[in-house]
């Protein structure tokens, strides 16, 4: 039971999204087909290390909100099986939630206060705040209010705790380590004034009075240092200590002193503050923790067949004994003399080896005894220091009585052992009185056989879980219902826990919190968006439709031209396919998903009752991402025009138009960024996949402009030049093409040439 208690304790430190409070209001905000959306859950999105409520970061969290949701509301109108699931699901994800909000917000980040105590003391002191919105400043509202209320303890914690910040003596030293007396000639070199930096092999150090560290822990130090008749700085002197039974010799001088100072209180005030608040912090948590154990409503139960006996007798074979050998032994530490022996012949016979180990085995509790160990369990530790020995069991293995074994050293008393087999001893079938115990153990080291009605959690002695409830969440959180009995316990142990601590949640009225609620909700679509992708992916890799082939046929094109190379050399594309689709089969369907939910906006019917929401409405035509990614590449922002550039190539890769536009202008994105590379192999992917595009001789132009300008792939540059002139002799670009071949195999004269007298008009 204690056990279970502590695996909670870790799994408890899995913390939920977000930076909020609790309250209880829900300001609905709007309605995107049949979901409301709640000005709570954009609070929930809300990321204070993104900037404040209303940045740009931020707003592109709620956009994604937006069009999660509508995604949700299209997946239920066509899938409302997706609701009936999460109806039977979400009381096993109701505590859990509850239990996390619970740790993670009212205990951690909240101090223990409720939003209502918070939320008034951030509207009387908004001042001390710089004007923030209450959410960015959540936390360090809570902080200050436990200053607040808890000012007497706060000054007795500085009282009790000022001194560790006084600023103590300290010497600035330089050290000369000898082995010899030649550390008392370097310490009158260093009384003469001579330049430290002059001197080799010195070392220094900063010592601290009270916080000596290594050998200048050393009394002799100590007193030299800061004794009443210490060192003056400047002065040198000799040392020896005696360290390790050898003498070894310093020459030590001082350079600088710093005097005791008191500590400053307005300096080192936060710092105590902040330590405050952190032991107040620790001790709700370990409070919670000591309640978890303390908790005796809800017991992880002992699950049993119903009818033991009867089990027992259908499974014997899994209550046997664990199989032996009676042994006898001789240890020695020269393990050539113990080969000699054992190769001469003379431990052939229980006779001749117990005479051996009585006059010649060095382990005296079995010499004794003519080398006797007794009977030992196969791979436990053999007795009398000797320890484990897996080799040994091994070797044993089948064998029969007489049986004389090789010669192993035990790593615990260090001496080399040679064993004889007396007698070997059977593994046997346990009566039932025997076995009984150990039946609950053995029926649930396979979860499978255990009765999925069997009860695993009660509270107050009523069923609370059954085995069919661990299944489940071991279905949702690992993607099977069967396990290993070590994660079967922590997920039990983690039901236990969240039970426990959902109770004492809804003691603190947690449950009527807008955060819970929030994050409830948020579990919901998670959920639902969950279960329809890992479906949808599946449909499309069984029985994809004609949308998701052209999807694929273009990605797999372009992927071939970026990479395939790396992923199968020497192959052409319809060789390589099946390696290209194994590689980035995730992401296709990964981005094939996220078209899908982007297209969603555009199919529901959205009402936005507070008018400020309706202009984070998420971009969901190709278009309108690729407008916004010009605008960031004009502004300058050029990392960010990468990110959407690639956004929408790999999103709407099955309409040509856009995926022909969009790997144009990101090759000329990643140029602005400086990756050449990519921008030379998506040029090179665009005019090999659409050859007859009006735009690819731009495009072969510019990748051999890439290679030679900025790459200095000059060959390569020049191969692809050639190729273009040779594709488009009537081309505007040709001359162009021709002046750079001409400067490549000048080695760049010409350009040299050409800068030169541009230099020269200019002047």
Not at 62 to 82: C, H, K, M, S, W
Not at 144 to 166: G, M
Not at 242 to 255: H, L, M, P
């Amino acid at each position: 039971m204690k056990r279970l208690f502590f695996v909670f304790c870790a799994l408890l430190t899995v913390s939920l999204t977000g930076c909020n409070g609790v309250g209880n209001k829900d300001t609905l905000i709007a309605r995107i087909g049949s979901e409301n959306v709640y000005q709570e859950d954009l609070n929930l999105a809300f990321n204070p290390e993104l900037g404040d409520f209303s940045s740009e970061k931020n707003m592109d969290a709620y956009g994604n909100l937006f069009d999660e949701t509508a995604f949700v509301g299209r997946i239920l109108q066509e899938n409302p099986q997706y609701e009936e699931q999460w109806k039977s699901y979400s009381p096993l994800m109701e505590k859990r939630v509850l239990a996390l909000v619970y740790q993670n917000i009212f205990i951690k980040q909240s101090l223990g206060y409720t939003e209502e105590e918070l939320r008034d003391f951030f509207d009387k002191k908004k001042d001390d705040f710089d004007g923030a919105d209450y959410l960015a400043v959540r936390s360090k509202v809570a902080e200050q209010y436990y200053l607040y209320k808890a000012k007497d303890s706060l000054e007795t914690f500085i009282r009790n705790s000022l001194h560790n910040y006084d600023v103590p003596e300290e010497v600035h030293i330089a050290v000369f380590e000898s082995d010899s007396a030649w550390a008392v000639s370097m310490a009158d070199t260093l009384n003469m004034g001579i330049p430290l930096d002059s001197l080799h092999d010195l070392h220094s150090a900063h010592v601290s009075k009270g916080r000596e560290k290594g050998f200048l822990r050393d009394s002799i130090f100590i007193r030299a240092f800061f004794s009443a008749d210490s060192m003056r700085v400047g002065e040198a002197r000799m040392f020896a200590l005696d360290r390790d039974s050898t003498v070894e010799y310093f020459a030590i001088k001082i350079v600088t002193r710093t005097p005791f100072a008191e500590a400053n209180l307005e300096e080192v005030r936060p710092t105590i503050e902040r330590n405050f608040i952190e032991k107040r912090r620790n001790f709700l948590v370990e409070d919670l923790y000591a309640q978890l154990r303390e908790n005796k409503d809800f017991v992880a139960e002992v699950v049993a067949p119903e009818n033991p006996q009867k089990f027992y007798e259908d499974h014997k074979n899994l209550f046997r004994t664990v199989p032996g050998f009676e042994l006898y032994h001789i240890g020695m530490a020269d393990s050539m003399v113990l080969d000699s022996i054992r190769s001469l012949g003379l431990l052939q016979n229980l006779d001749s080896f117990k005479n051996v180990a009585l006059s010649r085995s060095e382990v005296k509790e079995t010499a004794e005894k003519g080398g006797f160990i007794g009977k030992v369990k196969v791979d436990y530790a053999l007795p009398y220091g000797i320890g484990m020995m897996p080799e040994l069991f091994k070797e044993l293995a089948g064998k029969a009585e007489e049986y004389v074994s090789g010669i192993y050293r035990s790593s615990n008393d260090g001496l080399f052992h040679v064993f004889y087999v007396s007698a070997v001893i059977p593994s046997e079938v346990k009566p039932y009185e025997r076995a009984k115990s150990g039946i609950p153990a053995v029926y649930t080291r396979d979860f499978r056989a255990v009765d999925s009605s069997a009860v695993i959690i009660s509270r107050k002695g009523k069923p609370l879980f059954l085995e069919s409830d661990v299944r489940r969440l071991l279905q949702e959180e690992m993607g099977k219902e069967d396990s290993d009995q070590n994660t079967h316990n922590r997920m039990v142990a983690m039901m236990l826990g969240s039970s426990i601590g959902a109770e004492m949640a809804q003691k603190k009225k947690v449950d009527h919190s807008w955060y819970y609620k929030a994050s409830l909700r948020g579990a919901r679509r998670a959920f639902i968006l969950k279960h329809y992708k890992a479906d949808l992916s599946m449909k499309s890799a069984q029985v994809p439709d004609s949308s998701y082939v052209k999807y694929l046929d273009n990605l797999l094109q372009y992927d071939f031209v970026i990479g395939g190379e790396a992923v199968c050399p020497g192959k052409d594309l319809a060789s390589c396919r099946g390696e290209l689709v194994n590689k980035y089969s995730a992401n296709y369907g990964m981005n094939y998903v996220r078209m899908k939910q982007l297209e969603s906006w555009n199919k529901v019917r959205s009402s936005f009752f507070d008018p400020q929401w309706e202009t984070m409405c998420p971009k969901t035509i190709p278009q309108d991402i690729l407008d916004k990614a010009a605008e960031s590449r004009k502004s300058g922002n050029f990392e960010k025009s990468v990110k959407l550039y690639e956004i929408v190539l790999r999103t709407f890769a099955g309409e040509d138009s856009v995926f022909q536009k969009t790997m144009l202008e990101l090759a000329q994105a990643y140029a602005d960024v400086g990756r050449y590379d990519e921008s030379e192999k998506n040029y090179e992917a665009f005019y090999t996949i659409w050859p007859e595009h009006p735009e690819a001789e731009k495009a072969m132009f510019s990748r051999g402009f890439v290679l030679n300008e900025n790459l200095h792939k000059d060959k390569e540059a020049l191969r692809v030049l050639e190729a273009f002139c040779k594709k488009y002799p009537k081309s505007e670009l040709k001359e162009s093409a021709e002046w750079l071949m001409a400067d490549i195999k000048s080695s760049g004269k010409l350009a040299d040439d050409l800068m030169k007298k541009i230099d020269a008009e200019g002047n």
